[in-house]
């Protein structure tokens, strides 16, 4: 526990209980990763080898990551850049790791910008389903309805703004108030839907060839690129690598348990992911449809599943629903770290600093919806703008970013620090942490980034 002398207190007050962190945490770690992503790109990258791999870098090298980014936050109670520029001054004398802190401010904007138009979409899937539009409806009009509403770059802006409104409004008034209420319902409701429509899938989808392909793997089919996403999704979907976790972690109470926290957030985490897997490919593979789609996988296989449902309106809507409700909490932990850090070094007045942020976001958002249509051939070095901001940040932001702030725990901090800070009821845990964030973490991040070059 911390002793008296590095207690600080965080402007922005504290969780009101441990319970309470954890569902904000897990609030902003389950998201459109877990439920769009995790599925498109496992499909992408051939199945089971993939999966192994992720598995293994989310509690090999996220997990710990978690582990640091939230005993640093509390340590420094300050927002993601200043608490790492004033304990790299308390512990090494050495302001330069504001820097790090900043990258991920960077990272904050550029993935806010294109994951607000993915839970736009989610938003307008909301009112088909609601419409009645999706009932009954067939592989071929699922896939020609997503790609009309990404094909109108309007439509799509008109959903991005939409979400990007709902998000602003709540960090404006202050992530507390509100969000966790809303998660503590939210996310329990998520599950009970998930399960649902696993049983769906597993008695109307073709559940034996799912589970090959998620569980079996194939390592033939997983590249030096795989194995780099696997990584990036790790730190994408644990929300790590960039201090968003930092800056919740700096309104946690100095008794809560950080390891104990971390597994669950973890855990749960993971859980939601697999499960949206088990619901996704039997759907695919039943309707002969491609599991390397793409970003448009769930948008075209949950509507078929639904539409053939009995009560698949209502639960069809429920689901969407959801997908953005997930997207939300996870949006408004996106946009805390760079409205705390632009607010405390302003002075700025947070609903002022939120409605700024927010609409440089918004904007940047625009050349994501573009990449769908009007600036579809426009080639970047990782493809489309959309893509390329999704590589940039998830590939090598976070990684990066991840690898700094293992180093800064486990070689910056002396170990009375960390130790300060860490539940004495888990010493042998405690003990495995500081060796991965010591060796393990930056060792494997460094080999999977020259894998991916092709150097080694
Ligand atoms: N973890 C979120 C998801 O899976 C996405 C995300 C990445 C995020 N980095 C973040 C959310 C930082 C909040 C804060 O959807």
């Not at 897990?26 to 498109?40: D, E, M, R, T």
């Not at 302001?95 to 294109?114: D, E, T």
């Not at 493809?383 to 800064?408: C, E, H, K, V």
């Amino acid at each position: 526990m911390a002793s008296s002398e590095t207690q600080r207190h965080s402007l922005h007050g504290q969780w009101s209980s441990r319970l309470a962190f954890i569902l904000a945490l897990s609030g902003s770690a389950v998201g459109l990763g877990n439920i769009w992503k995790f599925p498109y790109i496992a499909g992408v990258n051939g199945g089971g080898a993939f999966v192994l791999v992720y598995l293994v870098c989310v509690f090999g090298i996220g997990l710990p990551i978690m582990i640091s980014e939230i005993l640093i936050g509390r340590r420094g109670r300050r927002n993601p850049v200043s608490t790492m520029a004033f304990l790299g001054e308390e512990e090494a004398g050495n302001k330069h790791w504001g820097l790090v802190g900043l990258l991920g401010v960077m990272a904050s904007f550029l993935i806010l910008s294109y994951y607000s138009v993915v839970a736009g979409w989610a938003v307008a899937y909301i009112f088909e389903a609601g419409s009645g539009a999706l009932i009954k409806i067939d592989a071929q009009s699922a896939v020609r309805k997503f790609e009309s509403l990404t094909g109108s770059w309007v439509i799509s802006g008109l959903w991005h703004t939409f979400f990007m409104i709902l998000t602003i409004f709540v960090v404006a008034r202050g992530v507390k108030l509100g969000l966790e209420r809303a998660v503590r319902i939210l996310m329990p409701a998520l599950v009970a839907l998930l399960f649902l429509l696993l049983g769906y899938s597993m008695i109307e989808g073709n559940f034996a060839e799912a589970f090959v392909f998620m569980f079996a793997p194939k390592f033939s089919e997983l590249t030096a690129e795989g194995v780099l996403s696997a990584l990036g999704h790790a730190f994408f979907t644990l929300s790590v690598g960039m201090g968003a976790v930092m800056a919740y972690g700096a309104y946690l109470s100095n008794e809560a348990s950080i390891i104990k926290t971390s597994i669950a957030v973890v855990t749960i985490d993971t859980a939601i992911a697999i499960l949206a897997g088990l619901v996704i490919f039997p759907i695919v593979f039943a309707h002969g449809l491609d599991p390397a789609e793409g970003p448009g996988l769930i948008f075209q296989t949950i509507p078929i599943a639904f539409g053939q449902l009995p009560g698949g309106r209502i639960v069809s809507t429920m689901f969407f629903l959801l997908l953005a409700f997930a997207a939300w909490t996870s949006g408004i932990a996106l946009m805390e770290s760079p409205v705390a850090w632009l607010m405390e070094t302003t002075g700025l007045e947070r609903w002022k600093t939120a409605i700024f942020v927010g609409i440089a976001i918004w904007l940047i958002g625009f050349l994501s919806v573009l990449s769908f249509n009007k600036f579809s051939d426009v080639e970047l070095l990782w493809g489309t703008f959309f893509q390329s901001f999704d590589y940039l940040t998830a590939n090598i932001m976070l990684p990066l970013g991840g690898l700094a702030i293992a180093i800064f725990t486990g070689w910056t901090m002396c170990a009375n620090s960390t130790s300060d800070e860490v539940d004495p009821s888990v010493g042998r845990i405690y003990r495995m942490w500081r060796v991965s964030v010591k060796f393990i973490v930056p060792v494997a991040v460094f080999l999977i980034f020259l894998n991916a070059v092709g150097i080694i």
